[in-house]
């Protein structure tokens, strides 16, 4: 049993390689760091719940969305390159305007 998972890590890491990183970032990264299905899902979920509180924000007229990267960053697994999840989500086009709004907080520190 050992012996097939070690097969298939190998087997991942060789597909990892052919993976168009340019096209597919987040696709990527999700291997990368060998996130779970029930990770990927619930960083999703977080996303929708986050995309959608920051409409309502906006049509309040609020500008700044600080304290949805703060929930987003305490959302996401431990240990898990907060910054490096943004641009592969962004760079994939999945949850454009959220990942937009953050990637201006980060680039404003």
Excluded: N
């Excluded at 050992?2 to 990264?29: C, G, I, N, S, V």
């Amino acid at each position: 049993m050992e012996e097939r998972l070690a097969t298939l890590e190998y087997y991942m890491e060789l597909l990892l390689k052919q993976l168009d990183h340019k096209r597919f970032p987040w696709d990527a990264f999700i291997i990368r760091v060998r996130l779970s299905r029930r990770e990927v899902e619930f960083i999703y979920h977080t996303c929708e719940k986050l995309s959608k509180e920051m409409e309502k924000q906006k049509a309040e007229g609020f500008v700044t969305f600080t304290p949805l990267l703060i929930q987003f960053r305490q959302a996401l697994p431990s240990g898990l390159p907060w910054e490096e999840t943004i641009y592969a989500l962004r760079s994939q086009g999945l949850y454009t305007s959220l990942m937009d709004e953050f990637h201006k907080l980060i680039k404003k520190k």
